[in-house]
């Protein structure tokens, strides 16, 4: 977590990991692409105005020589034991959960992996890989929030029981809407165009959630195929990747992985899975509630943009069922901003079946359990008695 302000004020870096032995930091200096590594605990001997400490399972530094515009990623040193949940690789960099800018791209590679992911064996992510993943990983930056330029935006402040949500997916909404100028179809520009906005108005849109818009990661396989995420779906920095015990080590899992994921208590070796994507945050612990509300908390406050969770219900999990009475439900109740995906109403009434045909995988990789009906007809049909 990068704190600076606009008063020029020294950088301070914070992460949680409660099982952690050491926090490294690494650094690439500007002009270069070369990092760094620097063990923050002998750190003092470069620059004595340091100052390292750790409280209550959180590390933090105090860097008074840096600035905006500084890049920077983690290393966490740890016991590699599986079993008990631990996950620690110094070898593999990390990106900081509260990271506000990324620089970079994800390049697929077999060191972002804790373990050898050839090996064949059923054990084989309890083997410790020693491989250095920094060439691989995109890197964090230090940003100065306190300068951010609204424009003097003012939210709509639409009551919630007049609010007619419209969901999209930014560049697809505009890319080929001939009523936009070329250069900015699929932009955010292109949802801003007064054709845009004429049209959101004229069905009686008073708000638009767009598909996830934060830095995001094409997955390994799709990459392989040459095909790319759409949906931005697998986010990273606010969001980890979405992955169980046998996904890369990119945040969350490498920084502390029995404190940021729900482990099976019989084998903490093993992810819970509630949300169908392979892993589930642990919301029992409330430094990963913190995030979740402090997520939401910085894009309505510095951007004026609420933000959303989907399979917000997966995070009322105090033990297995979903609670409400769950410290999750108290939160959010602060900072109501929760919401799923669902069809449109036409998709709903047209078809049993998925049709993702043009995902380059046989329509496989969604759920599908719909719970639609097709009327009797799959798709659209000009029968009036459906119609």
């Known amino acids: ?59 933090h530094v105090y860097l008074p020589d840096f600035e905006p515009g500084q890049i920077y990623a983690y290393r966490i040193d740890g016991r590699y034991d599986p ?6 690789n110094v070898n593999k960099l990390l990106i900081d959960p509260y990271t506000r800018a990324i620089i970079g791209t994800l390049e697929w590679d077999d060191s ?15 083997k410790f890989n020693t491989v250095n993943s920094a060439a691989f990983m995109p890197k964090c930056v230090v940003i100065d929030s306190g300068n951010f330029n609204s424009g003097g935006d003012i939210p709509p402040n639409t009551p919630f029981h007049e609010t007619i949500i419209y969901e999209l997916h930014l560049k697809g909404f505009t890319k080929l809407n001939q009523k936009i ?13 007064p054709k845009t906005i004429e049209y959101l108005k004229n069905i009686g849109i008073t708000a638009v959630e767009l598909m996830p818009v934060q830095h995001f990661i094409t997955d390994r396989y799709l990459k392989e195929r040459d095909l790319t995420n759409y949906w931005g779906s ?51 612990l409330p430094y990963i509630l913190r995030l979740i509300m402090d ?49 449109t109403l036409n998709d709903l009434v047209s078809y049993n ?25 799959e798709g659209p049909t000009d029968d009036l008695n459906i119609n």
């Open 1 to 59: 977590m990068p704190y600076f302000n606009s008063k020029n004020e020294p950088i301070t870096l914070i992460v949680l990991s409660m099982s952690s032995q050491l926090y490294l930091l690494q650094l690439v200096k500007s002009g270069t692409e070369h990092a760094t590594c620097i063990n923050i605990a002998t750190y003092f001997n470069y620059s004595p105005n340091i100052l390292l400490e750790q409280t209550h399972h959180i590390w």
């Open 83 to 88: 079993c008990n949940g631990h996950r620690f």
């Open 112 to 126: 972002l992996f804790g373990y050898d992911i050839h090996d064949s064996s059923s054990g084989k992510d309890l």
């Open 181 to 193: 100028p070329e250069e900015i179809r699929g932009t955010y520009a292109g949802i801003a165009h």
């Open 234 to 284: 697998h986010t990273i920095g606010f969001f980890c990747i979405r992955c169980n015990e046998f996904g890369p080590s990119l945040s969350f899992k490498g920084i502390d992985n029995k404190s940021y994921y729900r482990l099976t208590e019989q084998d903490q070796r093993y992810c819970f899975d509630y949300t169908g994507t392979r892993n589930t945050l642990n919301c029992q």
């Open 295 to 343: 997520s939401l908390r910085y894009w309505i406050c510095m951007s004026t943009v609420p933000g959303k969770f989907d399979l917000a219900a997966t995070l009322a999990r105090e033990l297995h069922a979903v609670d409400r009475l769950s410290a999750f439900f108290d939160i959010i109740h602060q900072d109501p901003a929760t919401a799923h995906d669902v069809f």
């Open 353 to 377: 079946e998925k049709h993702n045909e043009m995902n380059g995988e046989n329509s496989l990789g969604s759920e599908s359990r719909n719970r639609s009906w097709n009327c009797n007809v």
